[in-house]
């Protein structure tokens, strides 16, 4: 079962982490993350990182897809909320 307060706990922290990385000229900051991103996802709703990720294992973990997966979830969580 996916909450409301789940989708919004989820949409809060990867907005505000989204906002961060894309702006950031760090690439420490940006590994950091990425790293805060991937310890969210082990702890996150099961049934809610399934929707978000369309069955794509490695969905929000995959370095050279970070930034774009983040969007699509951001993107996703945002009209979840509008529901």
Do not use: W
């Not at 996916?2 to 690439?27: G, N, V």
């Amino acid at each position: 079962m996916i909450t409301r307060d789940s989708i919004e706990t989820a949409y809060s922290f990867f907005h505000q982490k989204r906002r961060i990385y894309a702006f950031s000229m760090l690439p420490v900051q940006q590994e950091e993350i990425e790293y805060a991103i991937a310890s969210y996802v082990e702890q996150m709703n099961p049934a809610l990182y399934q929707v978000l990720s369309h069955g794509c294992p490695d969905f929000l973990l995959c370095h050279d897809r970070f930034f774009a997966d983040l969007t699509l979830a951001v993107a996703e969580l945002e009209e979840q909320m509008l529901e």
